[in-house]
Nanobody, 126 residues
Framework: VQLQASGGGLVHSGGSLRLSCAAS????????VGWFRQAPGKEREGVSC????????YYADSVKGRFTISRDNAKNTVYLQMNSLKPEDTAVYYC????????????????????WGQGTQVTVSS
């Protein structure tokens, strides 16, 4: 499966963005999909995941209550709605897929994901 992440941009603190992860070559129905981010000088970290079978959702504590992950199977796309953005959310955001059903806390382990998109830049100004 090939992934294309989009929707990033520059917003003020408190603003919103919706990231999209569009798939080609296979259907996202067969995958758990995760969003990760990497800020300058920091390691990549898990942000959210929507699981394969039951569409259970998982969030990092830092984004819980502000971000929402969802999937649209008809469009073969997974979204990350980001509200109440903070400067510390500034990062390159990546989507990734795994053929595994996801549970906490394994969902944020990069090694379980096998395909990665190219990343989209999110910049939140204060």
């Amino acid at each position: 499966v090939q992934l294309q992440a989009s929707g990033g941009g520059l917003v003020h603190s408190g603003g919103s963005l919706r990231l999209s992860c569009a798939a080609s070559g296979d259907t996202l129905d067969y995958y758990s999909v995760g969003w990760f981010r990497q800020a300058p000088g920091k390691e990549r970290e898990g942000v959210s995941c929507i699981s394969l079978k039951d569409s259970n959702t998982y969030y990092a504590d830092s984004v819980k209550g502000r971000f929402t992950i969802s999937r649209d199977n008809a469009k073969n796309t997974v979204y990350l709605q980001m509200n109440s953005l903070k400067p510390e959310d500034t990062a390159v955001y990546y989507c990734a897929t795994s053929a595994l059903e996801m549970y906490s806390p394994s969902w944020y382990r990069e090694v379980v994901y096998t395909s990665w998109g190219q990343g989209t830049q999110v910049t939140v100004s204060s």
